[in-house]
């Protein structure tokens, strides 16, 4: 007689590590651009009406401040997704990418000559680091999720090297 169970399913490897390392944002993109928006709008209608009353400073002067505070959201804007990503390739490799702005570099660690590395002022910053290439990571963490990223990096180098 033949079984009908099936065979026991083969138990996957333990799962792949991986950290996603982005700055807090205290505000959503829709509020920012509700509050970007209405700050136009209240800028328009003070120049509105200083321009009524032919005081043209004025109104060249809110043109000024609304190029200046524009500049300053697209900045905040350009870097809102700033970070770094480090994933474990299923071959065991270290892929990092880090998103500075508009630049995003990858870059691959052979976790076997891969070691983390301190630095900066105090020793505040956590470094990858293989022969010539090193890269920051963390950069956006509190010291203490800092210090907890260091030795989980240390740990995962240590399996898979």
Excluded: K
Aim: proline share 5%; glycine share 8%.
């Amino acid at each position: 007689m033949l079984s009908t169970v099936p065979p026991p399913a083969v138990e996957s490897s333990a799962p792949v590590p991986g950290w996603t390392l982005r700055r807090r944002l205290a505000i959503t993109p829709r509020a920012f651009m509700q509050a970007y928006a209405i700050h136009g709008v209240i800028s328009a209608a003070i120049a509105l009406c200083f321009a009524l009353m032919q005081l043209w400073v004025i109104v060249a002067f809110c043109v000024l401040q609304v190029g200046v505070v524009s500049a300053c959201y697209v900045h905040f804007a350009l870097h809102a997704f700033d970070g770094e990503s480090i994933q474990v390739d299923a071959d065991g490799t270290l892929d990092v990418e880090v998103v500075r702005g508009r630049a995003v570099s990858h870059h691959r660690f052979n976790p076997a000559w891969t070691r983390v590395e301190r630095g900066g002022r105090g020793d505040a910053e956590v470094f990858l680091c293989s022969g010539t290439q090193r890269v920051e990571v963390g950069h956006f963490l509190t010291p203490r999720a800092r210090r907890e990223l260091e030795l989980e990096l240390r740990r995962t180098l240590r399996r898979l090297g």
